[in-house]
Structure formats: C-alpha cells, structure tokens
C-alpha cells in the first residue's frame, strides 16, 4: 500500500507528505528521484529522518520527526510556508484520514468529545494543494468503514480527496462516487464492497492488482 | 549616525509584562521557543495572560511551564496534539483555547505585524472553523475575514541578534519568530550569541532591529533546547 | 530524492508569454530590474499587455523599452516620476495605468503569492485612491477592500540561483522580486549567477525554489545594469 | 532650516527622510548618533550618499540616490519595508508638501492637469508613522500660500502633519489651527503672518529664533 502510493508521485513534483503513514512513503523513492517535500514549518528538500544522536535540535518535521536537508534545501517562516500552500505550490499531498465521503469530503483532525487537538496545518492542505490523497486503513478499530456516504465528523475540507490508498485497494473518488481502481492481492472484490461504507463502482476493464 | 544598543537584562524586560497582557510566543515543537524567556515570564509571575503559539509543547516542557503555574487564561493556537495536559486543561474549561489552521495563525499575526486589518480567505468554509465569521464577497466568491492579530509582547528565539536587534534565525527554529516580532508592540528577544553591529551579513538578516525593542544574551543552553528524547 | 533541475534558455522560457498575458516585473529604479528578460521580451513581441511593476524606470531604460515598442496596453504601478515618456503615455491616453500605494502594491502582491483573496486595509481613506474600492468594517472602523494581485508571468532578476530556482538578492536589488517570485503561475528567473544545488546557505536563500518555474544565467552584464551617471 | 529641522530627530528613533530638502537633515546629525533611518525600497540603516565612482549599482534609497550602509545596516523587501511603516515602527517622517490645512491635511503627489507621477509610498508614510513633519518653502515658486485653511489638491492623508519647517518660520499644526513656534532670524512676525494663508496663533511666550 505505501509502495503503491509512492507510485503516485511523478517526477519534479512538490509533495506534503501528513503525519503518520504518507511519511513512510518517502522509503519507497530511489535516491535520485525528482522530487521535493515540503513540511510546513518551514523546509523545501527535505531529507532523510534521523537518530537522535544524529538529530540537529533546530530541524524536525511538522509532525516533531528530526529530518535532515539535501543540497538545495531551505528554510522559511510559517507564513511563506503556507503562501505555497495556498497559492497552488503543492502538487500532491498525502493525508491520513478518520472519514472519506463518496463527495471527497475529508475528516481527519476531529472526534467530538474524544480527541480535538485542534487543525494544525491540515485544512490548508487538504483545500489547496492541487491533489489530494488519502492513505488510510479500508475501516477503523472497530471494523466500520472509513469510507462512506457522508462524513459525520467535524469536515477538514469538502470535496478535496481525489484517490484513496488502503491496504486493501486503491479508489478514486469520481462525479458518480467510488470507484475502484485496483485491488490488493488476496483481496476479494466482495471483501472490499463488505468494507466500504457507500456504493462502489467496479470498472469492466481489467484491475490491476498491487 | 550609529543604529541604537538594545541589550537588556531578561528579568528587566519580563518584568513590563502586566496582568491581562496578551503575549506572543515563537517556536513550533522545540525549534525556535524561547525556553530562557518562558521560565522569566514563571518567575515574574503576570497572571491572566493570553497566550498566541502554535503549540503548547509537550507536558513539562516550553509553554506548558506558563500552563502549570495557572498564568493563563486564554491560548490562541493550531494544535495541542502532543501536550495532553493543555488538552486536559481546555476539556475541563480551566483554560479557553481558540484553535486556528495553521497557515491562518501566521497569516492573521504577519497582518498584525504589516499594519492591516485582516485578510480575506476561503481557508476553512464549510468547516466548524468558519462558525462566527464575518464574510465578504470578493470577485464573486465569499470569504471569511481573518482579523490581524498583535499583542502586548513577544517572545522571540533567535539563533544570532547584533546589539541594534537585528535577528538571525537557523533552520526550522525560524517557524512564527519572524512573524511575531512584527506584531507586537513590546518585541523581546533571547538570542543564542549576541555579536557587534556588522557581525550579521546585512542580506542575511531575517529580522531588521528596527522590529525589535530589548535583546538578552542566553549563556549555556538549558536541557530544554537539546533534541527530545523519546 | 534529488531537486529537479530548472535551468532553461531565456528565449524559450518568454516564448511562453502570449499576447493579452499579465506579466509582473520585479525591481525599483535600476537594481533587481531584470533587464534582459525586458529585452527578451520586447524580442519575443507578445502585445497586449498588463504590465505590473513599482515604476517604468527611465526613458530608454528597462521597462521603457515595453513602452516604446506599444506592447503594453495597461500598467499598474506606483510612481512614474522619472519616465517623463510613460506620463506622455498616460497623458495621451495610449496606455492605461492604475497608480497604488506603494506599499498597498506590494501587499497586494504578497497576497497573491499567498493565496488569500484580499487585505483589508485603512491606506488612502479619504483620498482619491480609496474611490471606487469596496469598504468594509473591522473592529468599527471602515477599511478598504485591496484584492490580491496575481499574474501569468512575473520576471524576477536574482543575484544568485541555484539550479532548483532557489534565489538570494543583493541589497536594495530585492525590493518587489521576492513577492513577485511568489505571485505569478510561470516565473522566470535571471539570475548573475547560477549555482550547483547546495551552493546557497539554506538560512540565506530569500526565495525558495518552490516558486520558482524557470531560471536562466546572465552573462556580462550590459550597461543597463551599471550606475546611473546622471 | 534644515539643521534646525535636524533637532527634531531624538536619540534612538527610526525616521525615514522624504526625497528633497528632508534627505538634506542627515547631513546635520553628527556621526555617533544614534538613530536609525529606513528607506522604502528595503533599508534600515542608511549610510552617507555615495559618489557615482564609489557607488554601488544595487544599492539606493526610494529617491534614486547612491547610498551606502553602517554596521548593522539590513535589507528587506517592500512588503516587509512597508509593514515597518504601517505598523508603527518609524517614529518620525520628514515629508515634503504642495499644501498643508490648518487641520494637518497633507497634499504632495498631484496637481491635477499638471503633475501626476502617482503617489508612490507617501501615503502611508503620511497616514501611519508616528510623528509626520514637513519640510517646505513658506510659498510656491508664484508667492502663493503652501500653509492654508483648506488644501486644494488631491490629499496624501488628513489630519497627519504635526509641525511644519519652512525657511521663515517653525509653526505647529493644533486643535486651533496654525501655532507659531520659532522664528528666523531677520523675519518679522508681520512677513510670516503675510506669507501663510491661514490664521496663525502667535504664543505669548518668548517665540525662539532660529
């Protein structure tokens, strides 16, 4: 699922890659790829995390992560940082996510009563970079589908979520709701229909399997 | 003409802060929070204070010393994520916290610091965080009204300041410091060296000390700076 | 993970500027001007268009040479007071300009380059440049509408690249290029020199190459560039 | 005029000195004092004006002359330079003027028909710092009145001038109307009063002569 999900960054993007597993995507790209990750608090061309006792106390990520440069980093304050987000910078961003809708509409910083850490920098992300996608487990703990109909938590953004990566298939959200675009191996078809909370439309067209 | 000396001793320039006083704090995580100057606003003492920073730290650390000790009242923040006792402080109405997104934190102080009255944005329309905005039209699409913020004080980390209070920041530790010494009226900074005018290349300069009011010098750093051991 | 490269012919990156484009021009008198990508401009010969930079420079100089050549059918600007030969333009009617403040320009700017609509802003109330704008209140007290400036391309002059676009300037060369490097959907970078990734301190680059979509190296400079003997 | 204008710059302010007679008061401040002077085009700390054989091509103030810098001098862009204005940094500004009213109004970027190279940044150096002085002949080059009731010009910004220094006399702007404050040397009280288009309000006290 994280390999397949790199796959989604072309070269000479610029990618936000949120807290959690779109950070493990970084792995999955060769040394040399064209790429550039930007973290919020203030960095372009980030590089490798590292150890603690390799650790630079003034450089982490926004999700606290002690990260390093690559030739051709640099810094700059909040406000520029988000400036590239909102003026259309980003070309990709990868999110976690509590609640897809078959709208796109994203939950994800949330829980009434259980969890409110507040929003952090995700609402810009999520309503400005040019695409965005979603890497999340098909349900949550208790088994219920992350992604459904309507989302019932507090929104992050509407309408924002193009493709959604979970271990069990990869889906995109189209005009006409979900629609798979290729499944995981060992995966049955019904599995995911039983694990997704809204109509999915399974394309007559081969599937590729990851 | 010669550019004025603005060196300061901490506790003199902590001890302006009032009761009531609302305070803006730099740093995002531990890069760039000025740990020295938390600790003089504890032992000063001004209660009832409003606190702007991106975030609160983690327990024990940072700004949650200025929680500990009930000096505030109010957070203006992005995210408590990994401080659960603010978290537990907001959810039991000890202290009142107003979440913004992030971008519009920096956004909102950068306008305090520019002079503005606020900037028009669609970030968050459509979401719980539009709740109580005003909106204005502009070119036919609404957007919300971001009041600029500025407070009484800021609290600045920086890597390198000259005695005039030029400030140079290093690699994230740069986060909402330059933003907030824009945006208050009384600019207060620690700074790791404290070099001669003309030390600081004048290209390099991040903040120009015409934004600043009083610059201390920190000695050995406190373990509080150092990478968190986790 | 390696930055991708940007290096690109002068000629090919204007090329892509058609006519009726937005195009925004960085500097203020001569320094940050990027006079050859001016000339490549005029070479290039796109018409009809809204040009967007502080002050046409001088009669034979920089952006006049836009003027002279009828490519420029609107300018918005701040001063145009040491090109007698753009007045003449104005004067005559032959290309429209719209004067700002100048610090309300370059907020303007910025606020393209940061993705918000508009600021709100109390400059020029009660004078001819507040007729026609759109008034809101903040706070009880009315502020003027200033929409976001944003364009095709802007035209950006650097002392230094390196070859992932990311910029540093030289003393009072910065002045608008920062902003317009953040505000416009093709920028194109001349800068006096380009270097290999990692060449530029990243505490001291003044743009990120994140902005940046094209950059070109000049080589001797021409006279354009040199102190004005007046 | 201009030296006497000069000691209204106080130890440790920051002033920006408007293009004309106001750039010629730094010439009167002696070289260790302190006090920091900002230019719109990206500069604090300005330096002595250069020669064009010493001067550096990248390097002028707003009104286009060759200056230089002094340790701890900093560069920035406009945005930036104009937040300091906006903001409440400069704590004074010298400004040069076609009229002044009694209530402070400025006009000094525009005589319709005649001269109109817009208003570049005087309008928020007038609106916005926090002491605004101007610089100018008592009357035009025709003998008229710069000092009236009322301008007639298009308005830099209301209510903003607080003194004025011309070559005949100091005079404040007060609730009032026009106060004098010093006079020249050789000036009557008649020639001031005759020369400014406005009631002037002559102080009891000993007026100083300047």
Chains 1, 4 share one sequence.
């Not at chain 1, 992050?156 to 995109?172: H, L």
């Not at chain 2, 032992?43 to 204070?49: E, I, Q, T, V």
Request: hydrophobic share 45%; glycine share 10%; net charge negative.
């Amino acid at each position: 699922m994280i390999a397949r999900a790199s796959r989604e960054i072309a070269s000479g993007m610029v990618v936000n890659l949120g807290i959690g597993l779109p950070t493990k995507v970084i792995d999955h790209l060769p040394a040399d790829f064209p790429v550039c990750l930007h973290t919020e608090n203030g960095l372009t061309g980030i590089g490798p995390t590292l150890p603690p006792d390799q650790a630079d106390r003034n450089l982490i990520d926004a999700g606290g992560a002690y990260v390093s440069t690559v030739p051709g980093s640099a810094f700059f304050d909040s406000a520029t940082s988000f400036a590239m987000v909102r003026s259309g910078r980003l070309d990709l961003t990868m999110l976690g996510a509590f609640e897809v809708s078959s709208q796109g509409d994203l939950a994800n910083w949330k829980i009434p009563g259980k969890f409110s850490p507040g929003v952090g920098g995700g609402i810009e992300l999520a309503q400005k970079a040019r695409r965005v996608v979603v890497l999340t487990t098909h349900t949550d703990r208790a088994g219920n589908p992350k992604l459904k109909d309507e989302c019932t938590l507090p929104l992050t953004a509407r309408g924002c979520v193009s493709r959604i990566f979970t271990e069990m298939a990869v889906i995109d959200v189209t005009p006409k709701g979900y629609a798979l675009v290729e499944i995981a191996e060992g995966i049955s078809l019904a599995e995911v229909r039983e694990a997704t909370g809204a109509p999915l439309t399974i394309p007559d067209t081969t599937r590729p399997v990851f | 003409m010669k550019l004025p000396d603005k060196r300061c001793d901490m506790a003199a320039a902590v001890a302006r802060i009032k009761d009531g006083a609302t305070v803006m704090v730099g740093g995002f995580g531990v890069p760039g929070t000025p740990m020295a100057l938390i600790h003089a606003l504890v032992d000063h003492g001004a209660r009832d204070l409003t606190l702007i920073k991106n975030d609160a730290n983690e327990p024990g650390m940072g700004l949650d010393h200025l929680l500990q000790s009930g000096q505030v009242t109010r957070l203006i923040t992005t995210h408590l994520g990994l401080n659960s006792h603010a978290i537990d402080l907001m959810n039991s109405g000890r202290i009142k916290v107003e979440f913004n997104a992030q971008g519009m934190l920096a956004e909102r102080i950068r306008a305090g610091g520019a002079g503005i009255g606020a900037v028009l944005s669609d970030i968050g329309i459509g979401t719980e965080l539009a709740e109580g905005k005003q909106v204005v039209e502009v070119d036919g699409k609404p957007h919300l009204v971001e009041t600029a913020l500025r407070a009484d004080f800021a609290l600045i980390h920086a890597d390198r300041a000259d005695t005039f209070g030029n400030l140079a920041y290093v690699a994230t530790a740069r986060n909402f410091n330059p933003l907030m010494a824009m945006a208050a009226t009384h600019v207060i900074v620690e700074a790791e060296t404290v070099t001669p005018l003309g030390a600081l290349d004048a290209d390099a300069v991040h903040t120009s000390g015409v934004f600043v009011d009083h610059v201390t010098e920190l000695g050995a750093l406190s373990k509080e700076y150092a990478v968190v051991q986790r």
